[in-house]
């Protein structure tokens, strides 16, 4: 198996403030977190010839040169002690991806503002202090005086609490840019997803593979299909 993938760099950051006057206590809590892809740069003066016997992932990276040879499912077997030693062997469930990463950046903000009536507060103890010496320290209605003094005070506090929060996903292409020929071959599917390739000359074969010698097309999967989303495949005039 190949992989040729980028790198996720990772940041996270979580802060929390307050701050309270006489009437008034303001707090907040802000997170920012984000993922950032780096890619990985194959790049030569000549040809990039890249062959597996399994999967070959190619995720949000470049690659670049003359010619550009990539074959996925078809391998010699080099097990010396294996049956099919030195014989070419077809894996059909191989498959070549191209696609990209993604970006990430997340933010959240939220705010409270609490406004305390001071008046209000008052007037709640004043209640329950009258209605304890009144009562001359009888538990149960000295209890309920209080209950019910906090209650008023508490009725003076008015809060606001807002919240904004944010989303961005930014798609971190991958690059395939040959001058002469790009040519991909796959036994099984080939998925291309939001990237770019460009070659003088491209050629993408799904469930075929191409003879070197006589420019036959071999079929080996009937069921191999090329899924392409959202890619651009340019070929020089």
């Known amino acids: 198996e190949v992989n040729i993938t980028s790198t ?4 996270y950051n979580n802060s929390e403030s307050s701050k309270k006057g006489s009437s008034v206590r303001k707090s907040s809590t802000d997170i920012d977190y984000k993922i950032t892809n780096i890619a990985s740069n194959l790049e030569t003066n000549g040809d990039v010839n890249i062959a597996s016997g399994r999967d070959t992932n190619i995720v949000a990276s470049n690659l670049s040169g003359n010619n550009g040879n990539i074959i ?6 080099l097990n010396a002690s294996s049956p099919t030693f030195g014989q070419e062997i077809i894996n059909n469930d191989a498959k070549l991806t191209i696609k990209s990463g993604e970006d990430l950046h997340y933010n959240y ?5 609490i406004k305390t009536d001071s008046t209000a507060v008052a007037v709640g103890v004043v209640v329950a202090v009258a209605v304890t010496v009144a009562s001359g320290g009888a538990g149960a209605a000295v209890a309920g005086a209080v209950l019910s003094g906090a209650a008023t005070g508490e009725q003076g506090k008015k809060g606001k609490t807002t919240t904004t929060e944010t989303t961005e996903i930014n ?28 070659a003088n000359n491209a050629t993408i074969l799904t469930g075929k593979f191409r003879d070197q010698n006589t420019g036959v097309e071999n079929i080996v999967n009937l069921d191999s299909k090329l899924i392409d989303i959202a890619t651009a495949v340019e070929e020089a005039a």
């Open 8 to 11: 996720q760099n990772t940041s």
């Open 72 to 77: 996925v499912g078809k391998y010699t077997d």
């Open 109 to 113: 903000h939220e705010q409270t503002k």
């Open 171 to 198: 798609q971190v292409a991958s690059n395939l840019n040959f001058t002469s020929d790009l040519n991909t071959q796959s036994s099984g599917d080939t998925v291309i997803q939001a990237s770019n390739l460009s």
